[in-house]
């Protein structure tokens, strides 16, 4: 069974950094995009940025271009999320994702979750 676990999350002031990492475990047969979201209180969830298997990336956020680097372990299965110049509005609760492939024989992937990692920016 494939499971996502975050870590990494906290508290920081305004102007700090931290780091994010998401380790997936139960993964057979490969992973091709992992990606990060977050959802602040009362509103939906939103990419923030995603890589592929080969590295090419997407910060689907504007606000995060320049401050958050997204880059990933594949010997590990593992992301990171690098978040510099933190800001009060970058408060939310983080999730990662994969898409895991299921099986060898067709090109069939599902996408799983972590449960989440809150990070909280004070002013």
């Known amino acids: 069974q494939v499971q996502l676990v975050e870590s990494g999350g906290g508290l920081v002031q305004a102007g700090g950094s931290l780091r994010l990492s998401c380790a997936a475990s139960?993964?057979?047969?490969?992973?091709?995009?992992m990606g990060w979201y977050r959802q602040a209180p009362g509103k939906q969830r939103e990419l923030v940025a995603s890589?592929?298997?080969?590295?090419?990336?997407?910060y689907a956020d504007s606000s995060v271009k320049g401050r958050f680097t997204i880059s990933r372990d594949n010997a590990k299965n593992t992301v990171y999320l690098q978040m510099d110049s933190l800001k009060p509005e970058d408060t939310a609760v983080y999730y990662c994702?994969?898409?895991?492939?299921?099986?060898?024989?067709?090109?069939?992937?599902?996408?799983?979750w972590g449960q989440g990692t809150q990070v909280t920016v004070s002013s």
């Open positions: 994702n994969a898409d895991v492939r299921l099986t060898i024989y067709t090109v069939t992937y599902l996408t799983f």
């Open positions: 139960g993964s057979r047969f490969g992973i091709k995009t």
């Open positions: 890589i592929t298997s080969s590295g090419s990336t997407n």
